[in-house]
Protein backbone atom coordinates (compact mmCIF):
# COMPACT_ATOMS: atom_id res chain seq x y z
CA UNK A 1 0.00 0.00 0.00
CA UNK A 2 1.32 3.31 -1.05
CA UNK A 3 2.00 5.38 2.20
CA UNK A 4 -0.25 8.43 3.05
CA UNK A 5 0.37 11.68 1.59
CA UNK A 6 -0.71 15.14 2.55
CA UNK A 7 -3.07 16.77 -0.28
CA UNK A 8 -2.27 20.39 -0.75
CA UNK A 9 -4.66 23.08 0.56
CA UNK A 10 -7.27 23.25 -2.05
CA UNK A 11 -7.84 26.41 -3.70
CA UNK A 12 -10.21 29.34 -2.40
CA UNK A 13 -13.49 28.75 -3.80
CA UNK A 14 -12.51 25.65 -5.11
CA UNK A 15 -15.73 22.53 -4.76
CA UNK A 16 -14.62 19.00 -4.36
CA UNK A 17 -15.62 15.73 -4.42
CA UNK A 18 -15.18 14.17 -1.12
CA UNK A 19 -17.22 10.86 -1.01
CA UNK A 20 -19.05 8.57 -3.62
CA UNK A 21 -21.97 6.36 -3.61
CA UNK A 22 -23.20 3.36 -6.48
CA UNK A 23 -25.24 0.45 -7.21
CA UNK A 24 -25.36 -1.01 -10.39
CA UNK A 25 -25.99 -4.50 -11.88
CA UNK A 26 -21.85 -4.87 -11.51
CA UNK A 27 -22.18 -4.35 -7.95
CA UNK A 28 -23.87 -2.86 -4.58
CA UNK A 29 -21.22 -0.15 -3.86
CA UNK A 30 -18.84 1.90 -5.72
CA UNK A 31 -15.65 -0.26 -5.23
CA UNK A 32 -17.22 -3.53 -6.81
CA UNK A 33 -19.14 -1.48 -9.19
CA UNK A 34 -16.34 0.28 -10.96
CA UNK A 35 -13.94 -3.18 -10.07
CA UNK A 36 -16.51 -4.66 -12.07
CA UNK A 37 -16.61 -2.35 -15.19
CA UNK A 38 -12.68 -2.18 -14.46
CA UNK A 39 -12.61 -5.97 -15.28
CA UNK A 40 -14.65 -5.43 -18.01
CA UNK A 41 -17.78 -7.85 -16.58
CA UNK A 42 -21.35 -7.76 -18.13
CA UNK A 43 -24.29 -8.85 -15.63
CA UNK A 44 -27.06 -10.01 -17.97
CA UNK A 45 -30.67 -10.80 -16.58
CA UNK A 46 -33.14 -12.00 -19.02
CA UNK A 47 -36.22 -8.93 -19.13
CA UNK A 48 -39.83 -9.79 -18.89
CA UNK A 49 -40.38 -8.87 -22.69
CA UNK A 50 -39.69 -11.09 -25.05
CA UNK A 51 -38.88 -10.81 -29.04
CA UNK A 52 -39.15 -13.53 -32.16
CA UNK A 53 -36.05 -15.79 -32.85
CA UNK A 54 -36.59 -16.03 -36.49
CA UNK A 55 -34.19 -18.71 -37.05
CA UNK A 56 -35.76 -21.06 -34.12
CA UNK A 57 -39.39 -19.66 -34.32
CA UNK A 58 -39.07 -19.06 -30.75
CA UNK A 59 -39.98 -16.46 -28.80
CA UNK A 60 -36.60 -15.56 -26.23
CA UNK A 61 -36.29 -12.65 -23.35
CA UNK A 62 -34.81 -9.38 -24.14
CA UNK A 63 -31.71 -8.75 -22.07
CA UNK A 64 -30.59 -6.22 -20.06
CA UNK A 65 -28.84 -5.27 -16.69
CA UNK A 66 -30.95 -5.48 -13.76
CA UNK A 67 -29.16 -5.48 -10.14
CA UNK A 68 -30.02 -8.77 -9.52
CA UNK A 69 -31.39 -9.62 -5.97
CA UNK A 70 -31.84 -5.90 -4.67
CA UNK A 71 -34.77 -5.39 -7.01
CA UNK A 72 -36.20 -8.77 -7.58
CA UNK A 73 -40.13 -7.88 -7.21
CA UNK A 74 -39.70 -4.62 -6.58
CA UNK A 75 -41.25 -2.02 -8.89
CA UNK A 76 -42.67 1.83 -9.45
CA UNK A 77 -41.24 3.78 -5.91
CA UNK A 78 -40.88 0.91 -4.51
CA UNK A 79 -37.78 0.03 -7.08
CA UNK A 80 -36.34 3.50 -7.13
CA UNK A 81 -35.80 3.33 -3.56
CA UNK A 82 -33.99 0.29 -3.46
CA UNK A 83 -31.38 1.47 -5.47
CA UNK A 84 -31.26 4.88 -4.26
CA UNK A 85 -31.22 3.73 -0.50
CA UNK A 86 -28.21 1.46 -1.29
CA UNK A 87 -26.14 3.98 -3.01
CA UNK A 88 -27.09 6.57 -1.11
CA UNK A 89 -26.15 4.33 2.20
CA UNK A 90 -22.56 3.69 0.42
CA UNK A 91 -22.24 7.18 0.12
CA UNK A 92 -23.37 8.41 4.07
CA UNK A 93 -20.82 5.62 4.82
CA UNK A 94 -17.76 7.11 3.30
CA UNK A 95 -18.86 10.94 3.95
CA UNK A 96 -18.82 10.33 8.17
CA UNK A 97 -20.51 13.39 7.98
CA UNK A 98 -22.34 14.16 11.38
CA UNK A 99 -25.97 14.81 12.19
CA UNK A 100 -25.11 18.80 12.98
CA UNK A 101 -23.55 18.67 9.19
CA UNK A 102 -27.14 18.12 8.07
CA UNK A 103 -29.35 21.60 8.06
CA UNK A 104 -25.93 23.04 5.82
CA UNK A 105 -26.34 19.91 2.99
CA UNK A 106 -28.23 20.02 0.21
CA UNK A 107 -30.07 17.24 -1.50
CA UNK A 108 -29.82 17.35 -5.54
CA UNK A 109 -31.82 14.07 -7.29
CA UNK A 110 -32.15 13.39 -10.74
CA UNK A 111 -35.08 11.51 -11.76
CA UNK A 112 -36.69 9.71 -15.03
CA UNK A 113 -38.43 12.01 -17.13
CA UNK A 114 -41.26 11.40 -19.42
CA UNK A 115 -39.50 12.31 -22.87
CA UNK A 116 -40.31 8.66 -24.29
CA UNK A 117 -43.75 8.31 -23.02
CA UNK A 118 -45.02 11.71 -24.56
CA UNK A 119 -43.20 10.71 -28.07
CA UNK A 120 -45.00 7.31 -28.21
CA UNK A 121 -47.90 9.27 -27.46
CA UNK A 122 -47.35 11.56 -30.74
CA UNK A 123 -46.70 8.25 -32.71
CA UNK A 124 -49.76 6.37 -31.40
CA UNK A 125 -51.60 9.64 -32.18
CA UNK A 126 -50.30 10.12 -35.36
CA UNK A 127 -50.33 6.21 -36.50
CA UNK A 128 -54.40 6.76 -35.93
CA UNK A 129 -54.45 9.06 -38.97
CA UNK A 130 -55.52 13.12 -38.13
CA UNK A 131 -57.01 13.05 -34.74
CA UNK A 132 -58.85 16.56 -34.52
CA UNK A 133 -57.33 19.01 -32.63
CA UNK A 134 -59.53 18.69 -29.22
CA UNK A 135 -58.76 15.28 -29.15
CA UNK A 136 -55.10 15.30 -29.43
CA UNK A 137 -55.26 17.95 -26.84
CA UNK A 138 -57.21 16.03 -24.72
CA UNK A 139 -54.64 13.35 -24.63
CA UNK A 140 -51.91 15.54 -24.49
CA UNK A 141 -53.49 17.18 -21.50
CA UNK A 142 -54.49 13.92 -19.71
CA UNK A 143 -51.16 12.11 -20.55
CA UNK A 144 -49.25 15.47 -19.15
CA UNK A 145 -51.35 16.07 -15.57
CA UNK A 146 -50.74 11.60 -15.14
CA UNK A 147 -46.77 12.42 -15.11
CA UNK A 148 -47.22 15.76 -13.16
CA UNK A 149 -48.55 13.39 -10.54
CA UNK A 150 -46.11 11.11 -10.90
CA UNK A 151 -43.33 13.70 -10.45
CA UNK A 152 -45.07 14.97 -7.33
CA UNK A 153 -45.63 11.39 -6.26
CA UNK A 154 -41.37 11.15 -6.75
CA UNK A 155 -40.88 14.28 -4.79
CA UNK A 156 -43.13 14.15 -1.72
CA UNK A 157 -42.76 9.96 -1.43
CA UNK A 158 -39.64 8.69 -2.68
CA UNK A 159 -37.26 11.77 -1.07
CA UNK A 160 -38.48 11.91 2.11
CA UNK A 161 -38.58 8.52 2.32
CA UNK A 162 -34.90 7.71 1.23
CA UNK A 163 -33.12 10.02 3.78
CA UNK A 164 -35.57 8.89 6.54
CA UNK A 165 -33.78 5.40 5.64
CA UNK A 166 -30.70 6.51 6.19
CA UNK A 167 -31.43 9.06 9.10
CA UNK A 168 -30.62 12.38 7.35
CA UNK A 169 -32.27 15.63 7.98
CA UNK A 170 -31.84 17.70 4.88
CA UNK A 171 -34.22 20.47 5.28
CA UNK A 172 -37.34 20.46 2.40
CA UNK A 173 -35.96 24.10 1.33
CA UNK A 174 -32.71 22.28 0.20
CA UNK A 175 -34.25 19.52 -1.57
CA UNK A 176 -34.72 20.11 -5.62
CA UNK A 177 -35.69 17.32 -7.86
CA UNK A 178 -34.34 16.87 -11.77
CA UNK A 179 -36.63 15.07 -14.47
CA UNK A 180 -35.00 14.38 -17.38
CA UNK A 181 -32.45 12.03 -19.00
CA UNK A 182 -28.43 11.48 -19.23
CA UNK A 183 -27.45 15.33 -18.80
CA UNK A 184 -29.59 16.63 -16.16
CA UNK A 185 -27.32 15.56 -13.72
CA UNK A 186 -25.16 19.35 -15.47
CA UNK A 187 -28.04 20.86 -14.65
CA UNK A 188 -27.89 19.51 -10.96
CA UNK A 189 -24.23 19.94 -10.68
CA UNK A 190 -24.10 22.98 -11.68
CA UNK A 191 -27.34 24.45 -9.76
CA UNK A 192 -25.55 22.62 -6.81
CA UNK A 193 -22.29 24.44 -7.24
CA UNK A 194 -24.04 27.93 -7.64
CA UNK A 195 -25.77 27.09 -4.04
CA UNK A 196 -22.64 26.26 -2.66
CA UNK A 197 -20.50 29.73 -3.82
CA UNK A 198 -23.44 32.05 -2.85
CA UNK A 199 -22.69 30.06 0.25
CA UNK A 200 -26.52 29.08 0.81
CA UNK A 201 -25.03 25.51 1.56
CA UNK A 202 -21.67 24.16 2.62
CA UNK A 203 -21.67 20.94 1.06
CA UNK A 204 -24.39 18.96 -1.50
CA UNK A 205 -25.39 15.34 -2.00
CA UNK A 206 -26.11 15.27 -6.16
CA UNK A 207 -27.28 11.96 -7.57
CA UNK A 208 -29.69 9.74 -9.63
CA UNK A 209 -31.77 7.15 -10.01
CA UNK A 210 -33.22 5.57 -12.92
CA UNK A 211 -34.39 2.10 -14.29
CA UNK A 212 -34.97 1.15 -17.83
CA UNK A 213 -35.45 -2.46 -16.94
CA UNK A 214 -38.88 -3.27 -16.10
CA UNK A 215 -42.41 -2.01 -15.98
CA UNK A 216 -44.14 0.63 -18.98
CA UNK A 217 -40.56 2.15 -18.86
CA UNK A 218 -39.21 -1.09 -20.63
CA UNK A 219 -42.30 -1.10 -22.49
CA UNK A 220 -42.60 1.87 -23.64
CA UNK A 221 -38.88 1.35 -25.45
CA UNK A 222 -39.40 -1.59 -26.38
CA UNK A 223 -42.58 -0.02 -28.47
CA UNK A 224 -40.22 2.74 -29.79
CA UNK A 225 -37.53 0.09 -31.06
CA UNK A 226 -34.92 1.28 -29.54
CA UNK A 227 -33.63 -1.57 -27.45
CA UNK A 228 -31.09 -4.05 -29.38
CA UNK A 229 -32.19 -7.43 -29.65
CA UNK A 230 -31.54 -10.32 -32.22
CA UNK A 231 -32.80 -8.72 -35.29
CA UNK A 232 -32.26 -5.40 -34.25
CA UNK A 233 -28.29 -4.99 -33.86
CA UNK A 234 -28.69 -1.15 -33.87
CA UNK A 235 -29.63 -0.33 -30.33
CA UNK A 236 -29.01 -0.34 -26.49
CA UNK A 237 -29.52 -2.65 -23.63
CA UNK A 238 -31.48 -1.83 -20.83
CA UNK A 239 -30.16 -0.83 -17.10
CA UNK A 240 -30.82 0.47 -13.94
CA UNK A 241 -28.43 1.97 -11.28
CA UNK A 242 -28.05 5.06 -8.45
CA UNK A 243 -25.68 6.88 -7.58
CA UNK A 244 -24.12 9.50 -5.59
CA UNK A 245 -21.33 12.35 -5.11
CA UNK A 246 -20.86 14.60 -2.26
CA UNK A 247 -19.77 18.18 -3.48
CA UNK A 248 -18.63 19.96 -1.20
CA UNK A 249 -16.84 23.61 -0.51
CA UNK A 250 -12.86 23.80 0.03
CA UNK A 251 -13.07 25.91 3.11
CA UNK A 252 -15.97 23.13 4.99
CA UNK A 253 -14.34 20.60 3.76
CA UNK A 254 -11.20 21.63 5.93
CA UNK A 255 -13.47 22.87 8.56
CA UNK A 256 -14.36 19.00 9.40
CA UNK A 257 -11.15 17.64 8.33
CA UNK A 258 -12.30 15.49 5.57
CA UNK A 259 -9.83 14.70 2.87
CA UNK A 260 -10.94 15.55 -1.13
CA UNK A 261 -10.91 12.90 -4.39
CA UNK A 262 -11.15 15.15 -7.05
CA UNK A 263 -12.22 18.79 -7.94
CA UNK A 264 -15.22 19.76 -9.81
CA UNK A 265 -13.30 21.96 -12.46
CA UNK A 266 -15.81 23.03 -14.86
CA UNK A 267 -19.70 22.13 -15.83
CA UNK A 268 -21.96 22.96 -18.76
CA UNK A 269 -25.21 22.32 -20.35
CA UNK A 270 -26.66 23.55 -23.28
CA UNK A 271 -29.90 22.55 -25.38
CA UNK A 272 -29.66 20.98 -28.65
CA UNK A 273 -31.89 22.70 -31.71
CA UNK A 274 -34.76 19.45 -31.37
CA UNK A 275 -35.02 16.01 -29.89
CA UNK A 276 -35.37 12.95 -30.77
CA UNK A 277 -38.89 12.88 -31.79
CA UNK A 278 -38.41 15.79 -34.51
CA UNK A 279 -36.70 13.08 -36.80
CA UNK A 280 -34.21 15.33 -37.51
CA UNK A 281 -29.98 14.40 -37.18
CA UNK A 282 -29.00 16.11 -34.48
CA UNK A 283 -25.08 17.93 -35.82
CA UNK A 284 -23.61 17.99 -32.34
CA UNK A 285 -23.65 21.84 -31.76
CA UNK A 286 -24.66 21.78 -28.59
CA UNK A 287 -22.67 19.26 -27.22
CA UNK A 288 -19.26 20.84 -28.45
CA UNK A 289 -20.80 23.98 -27.45
CA UNK A 290 -20.70 22.13 -23.95
CA UNK A 291 -16.71 20.70 -23.98
CA UNK A 292 -15.88 24.00 -25.34
CA UNK A 293 -17.03 26.31 -22.38
CA UNK A 294 -15.48 23.39 -19.58
CA UNK A 295 -12.35 23.92 -21.94
CA UNK A 296 -11.76 27.04 -22.24
CA UNK A 297 -8.62 27.32 -19.97
CA UNK A 298 -5.48 26.00 -22.36
CA UNK A 299 -4.51 23.79 -18.99
CA UNK A 300 -7.06 22.00 -19.46
CA UNK A 301 -6.46 19.14 -21.38
CA UNK A 302 -7.81 15.81 -20.31
CA UNK A 303 -6.74 12.61 -21.63
CA UNK A 304 -9.55 10.43 -20.42
CA UNK A 305 -13.57 10.51 -21.33
CA UNK A 306 -16.60 9.16 -20.30
CA UNK A 307 -19.41 9.56 -22.65
CA UNK A 308 -22.39 7.84 -22.83
CA UNK A 309 -22.44 5.99 -26.17
CA UNK A 310 -24.78 2.81 -25.70
CA UNK A 311 -25.03 1.10 -29.36
CA UNK A 312 -27.63 3.42 -30.43
CA UNK A 313 -26.61 4.80 -34.17
CA UNK A 314 -28.34 7.92 -33.79
CA UNK A 315 -26.29 8.55 -30.58
CA UNK A 316 -23.37 7.48 -32.48
CA UNK A 317 -23.62 9.99 -35.48
CA UNK A 318 -24.49 13.06 -33.16
CA UNK A 319 -20.99 12.24 -30.96
CA UNK A 320 -18.97 11.85 -34.28
CA UNK A 321 -20.17 15.27 -35.41
CA UNK A 322 -19.62 16.57 -32.32
CA UNK A 323 -15.87 14.83 -32.14
CA UNK A 324 -15.09 17.16 -35.41
CA UNK A 325 -16.35 20.14 -33.65
CA UNK A 326 -14.00 19.44 -30.12
CA UNK A 327 -10.84 18.90 -31.66
CA UNK A 328 -11.24 22.41 -32.83
CA UNK A 329 -12.17 23.56 -28.96
CA UNK A 330 -8.71 22.05 -28.24
CA UNK A 331 -9.85 18.41 -26.83
CA UNK A 332 -6.47 16.34 -27.77
CA UNK A 333 -6.76 14.12 -30.84
CA UNK A 334 -5.26 11.08 -29.14
CA UNK A 335 -7.81 9.91 -25.98
CA UNK A 336 -9.05 7.36 -24.01
CA UNK A 337 -13.23 6.46 -24.16
CA UNK A 338 -14.54 4.91 -21.01
CA UNK A 339 -18.73 4.07 -21.71
CA UNK A 340 -20.61 3.40 -19.36
CA UNK A 341 -23.36 1.86 -20.62
CA UNK A 342 -21.14 -0.96 -21.99
CA UNK A 343 -20.88 -3.20 -18.55
CA UNK A 344 -24.54 -1.53 -17.03
CA UNK A 345 -26.93 -0.98 -19.73
CA UNK A 346 -28.55 2.69 -20.82
CA UNK A 347 -29.31 4.03 -17.27
CA UNK A 348 -30.97 7.28 -18.00
CA UNK A 349 -31.31 9.70 -15.20
CA UNK A 350 -28.51 7.98 -13.19
CA UNK A 351 -25.56 7.92 -16.10
CA UNK A 352 -24.19 11.31 -15.28
CA UNK A 353 -24.15 10.37 -11.40
CA UNK A 354 -22.25 6.88 -12.59
CA UNK A 355 -19.84 8.39 -15.19
CA UNK A 356 -18.57 10.49 -12.08
CA UNK A 357 -18.03 8.15 -9.94
CA UNK A 358 -16.15 5.73 -12.53
CA UNK A 359 -13.89 8.88 -13.29
CA UNK A 360 -13.33 9.91 -9.84
CA UNK A 361 -13.00 5.84 -8.22
CA UNK A 362 -10.22 5.54 -11.55
CA UNK A 363 -8.45 8.91 -9.63
CA UNK A 364 -8.25 7.34 -6.59
CA UNK A 365 -7.35 3.55 -7.36
CA UNK A 366 -4.75 5.76 -9.60
CA UNK A 367 -5.62 4.02 -12.86
CA UNK A 368 -7.29 7.19 -14.47
CA UNK A 369 -3.61 7.72 -16.23
CA UNK A 370 -5.22 11.36 -16.34
CA UNK A 371 -5.33 13.79 -14.00
CA UNK A 372 -8.42 15.13 -16.03
CA UNK A 373 -11.52 13.60 -17.02
CA UNK A 374 -14.21 14.68 -18.97
CA UNK A 375 -17.49 13.46 -18.56
CA UNK A 376 -19.81 14.04 -21.51
CA UNK A 377 -23.64 13.35 -21.17
CA UNK A 378 -26.19 12.89 -24.39
CA UNK A 379 -29.87 11.66 -24.54
CA UNK A 380 -32.89 11.45 -26.63
CA UNK A 381 -33.88 14.65 -25.30
CA UNK A 382 -32.58 18.44 -26.14
CA UNK A 383 -30.19 18.83 -23.34
CA UNK A 384 -26.61 17.87 -23.36
CA UNK A 385 -24.18 18.30 -21.01
CA UNK A 386 -19.87 18.12 -19.64
CA UNK A 387 -18.28 18.20 -16.35
CA UNK A 388 -14.51 17.94 -16.22
CA UNK A 389 -12.94 16.92 -13.21
CA UNK A 390 -9.47 16.77 -11.97
CA UNK A 391 -7.51 14.47 -9.80
CA UNK A 392 -6.05 15.34 -6.24
CA UNK A 393 -2.46 13.89 -7.62
CA UNK A 394 -0.75 13.94 -3.84
CA UNK A 395 -3.84 12.98 -1.67
CA UNK A 396 -4.14 9.99 0.16
CA UNK A 397 -5.69 7.18 -1.77
CA UNK A 398 -8.65 5.72 -0.37
CA UNK A 399 -8.42 2.26 0.66
CA UNK A 400 -12.00 1.61 -0.27
Known amino acids: MTAPVSAPPLPVGAIAITALGMTTSGGLDVASACASARAGATHWTQLDVEEPDLDTLESVPLKG ?6 TDGFEGIGRLLRLGDAALSDLMTSAKLEPAHHART ?3 LCLPGHFHATWLLQLELLGQGPAPMDVARAEFARHFEEQRQWRDKLETSLVPSLLSMQDVSIPPALRSCFHGGPAIFAQAVEQAIQRLRLRELDRCIVGGI ?16 LLRTEEQPSGFFPGEASAFVLLERADALRARSAPAEATVTAVATRPAAHDRAADKPEHGVALSAA ?35 MREAGLPAELRYWY ?12 GAVSACLAVRAFTRSYA ?17 ALLLDDIPTQSRSTR
Do not use: W, Y
Open 106 to 108: GFH
Open 65 to 70: HAVRGL
Open 340 to 351: PPEPFGELGAAT
Open 210 to 225: DTCVHGDALTTLHTLG
Open 369 to 385: ESDQALILLMGDDAARG
Open 291 to 325: VEACLGDPRRKPNLVVVNLNGDEFRAREFGMALVR
